[in-house]
Nanobody, 121 residues
Protein backbone atom coordinates (compact mmCIF):
# COMPACT_ATOMS: atom_id res chain seq x y z
CA UNK A 1 0.00 0.00 0.00
CA UNK A 2 1.32 3.41 -0.99
CA UNK A 3 1.43 6.08 1.72
CA UNK A 4 0.79 9.59 0.41
CA UNK A 5 1.23 12.96 2.13
CA UNK A 6 0.38 16.23 0.37
CA UNK A 7 1.73 19.67 1.17
CA UNK A 8 1.93 23.12 -0.39
CA UNK A 9 -1.66 24.33 -0.47
CA UNK A 10 -2.63 27.86 0.46
CA UNK A 11 -4.47 31.00 -0.57
CA UNK A 12 -3.55 33.16 -3.56
CA UNK A 13 -5.14 35.76 -5.78
CA UNK A 14 -6.23 34.98 -9.30
CA UNK A 15 -3.26 34.81 -11.62
CA UNK A 16 -0.99 33.58 -8.87
CA UNK A 17 0.91 30.29 -8.52
CA UNK A 18 1.16 27.44 -6.06
CA UNK A 19 3.27 24.29 -5.90
CA UNK A 20 1.79 21.12 -4.43
CA UNK A 21 3.96 18.21 -3.35
CA UNK A 22 3.04 14.59 -2.75
CA UNK A 23 5.51 12.47 -0.80
CA UNK A 24 4.90 8.84 -1.74
CA UNK A 25 6.41 5.93 0.14
CA UNK A 26 6.37 2.55 -1.58
CA UNK A 27 5.26 3.98 -4.92
CA UNK A 28 7.30 1.69 -7.18
CA UNK A 29 5.14 0.62 -10.10
CA UNK A 30 2.31 3.00 -9.23
CA UNK A 31 1.04 5.86 -11.32
CA UNK A 32 0.32 8.97 -9.24
CA UNK A 33 -2.41 11.46 -9.89
CA UNK A 34 -3.97 14.62 -8.52
CA UNK A 35 -7.68 15.08 -8.00
CA UNK A 36 -9.62 17.99 -6.55
CA UNK A 37 -12.95 18.44 -4.85
CA UNK A 38 -14.73 21.77 -4.57
CA UNK A 39 -17.49 22.32 -1.99
CA UNK A 40 -20.70 20.59 -3.06
CA UNK A 41 -19.06 18.90 -6.04
CA UNK A 42 -17.66 15.49 -6.83
CA UNK A 43 -14.00 14.54 -6.97
CA UNK A 44 -12.50 15.71 -10.26
CA UNK A 45 -9.41 14.37 -12.05
CA UNK A 46 -6.66 16.96 -12.54
CA UNK A 47 -3.50 15.21 -13.79
CA UNK A 48 -1.49 12.01 -13.62
CA UNK A 49 2.09 10.90 -14.21
CA UNK A 50 3.48 7.43 -14.85
CA UNK A 51 6.06 5.76 -12.63
CA UNK A 52 8.87 6.60 -15.04
CA UNK A 53 7.65 10.16 -15.54
CA UNK A 54 5.72 9.19 -18.65
CA UNK A 55 2.97 9.42 -19.65
CA UNK A 56 1.42 12.58 -18.28
CA UNK A 57 -2.18 13.61 -18.79
CA UNK A 58 -4.23 16.62 -17.77
CA UNK A 59 -7.87 17.55 -17.65
CA UNK A 60 -8.67 20.16 -20.30
CA UNK A 61 -9.36 22.97 -17.83
CA UNK A 62 -5.78 22.96 -16.49
CA UNK A 63 -3.79 22.27 -19.68
CA UNK A 64 -1.18 24.94 -20.23
CA UNK A 65 -1.46 26.14 -16.63
CA UNK A 66 -0.58 23.09 -14.50
CA UNK A 67 2.49 20.85 -14.81
CA UNK A 68 2.99 17.49 -13.10
CA UNK A 69 6.50 16.14 -12.57
CA UNK A 70 8.09 13.31 -10.60
CA UNK A 71 11.31 13.22 -8.61
CA UNK A 72 11.86 9.51 -8.12
CA UNK A 73 15.00 10.06 -6.08
CA UNK A 74 12.85 11.86 -3.53
CA UNK A 75 9.71 9.76 -4.10
CA UNK A 76 7.83 12.99 -4.69
CA UNK A 77 5.35 14.16 -7.28
CA UNK A 78 4.94 17.88 -7.85
CA UNK A 79 1.98 19.79 -9.26
CA UNK A 80 3.01 23.27 -10.39
CA UNK A 81 -0.08 25.46 -10.74
CA UNK A 82 0.20 28.77 -12.58
CA UNK A 83 -2.30 31.42 -13.63
CA UNK A 84 -4.71 30.16 -11.01
CA UNK A 85 -8.40 30.95 -11.32
CA UNK A 86 -11.12 31.12 -8.66
CA UNK A 87 -12.58 27.98 -10.25
CA UNK A 88 -9.44 26.12 -9.15
CA UNK A 89 -10.47 26.51 -5.51
CA UNK A 90 -10.78 23.03 -4.00
CA UNK A 91 -9.19 20.44 -1.75
CA UNK A 92 -6.47 18.75 -3.80
CA UNK A 93 -5.73 15.07 -3.27
CA UNK A 94 -2.79 12.94 -4.34
CA UNK A 95 -3.68 9.37 -5.28
CA UNK A 96 -1.99 6.21 -6.54
CA UNK A 97 -3.11 3.50 -8.94
CA UNK A 98 -1.68 0.35 -10.51
CA UNK A 99 -3.39 1.28 -13.75
CA UNK A 100 -1.21 2.63 -16.56
CA UNK A 101 -3.88 5.03 -17.85
CA UNK A 102 -7.01 6.10 -15.98
CA UNK A 103 -8.74 9.28 -14.83
CA UNK A 104 -11.36 7.45 -12.76
CA UNK A 105 -11.11 8.05 -9.03
CA UNK A 106 -12.47 4.56 -8.27
CA UNK A 107 -9.37 3.05 -9.88
CA UNK A 108 -7.00 4.85 -7.49
CA UNK A 109 -6.46 2.68 -4.42
CA UNK A 110 -4.45 4.99 -2.16
CA UNK A 111 -5.22 8.59 -1.22
CA UNK A 112 -3.60 11.37 0.75
CA UNK A 113 -5.39 13.53 3.29
CA UNK A 114 -5.80 16.49 0.93
CA UNK A 115 -4.55 20.08 0.92
CA UNK A 116 -6.69 23.20 0.51
CA UNK A 117 -6.15 25.59 -2.41
CA UNK A 118 -8.10 28.85 -2.34
CA UNK A 119 -7.98 31.35 -5.21
CA UNK A 120 -9.63 34.73 -4.72
CA UNK A 121 -10.72 37.05 -7.51
Amino acid sequence: QVQLVESGGGAVQAGGSLRLSCAASGRSGYMLGWFRQAPGKGREFVAFIGWSGFPTHYTDTVKGRFTITADNAKNTVILEMNNLEPEDTAVYYCAATRSSWTTRAVEFSSWGQGTQVTVSS
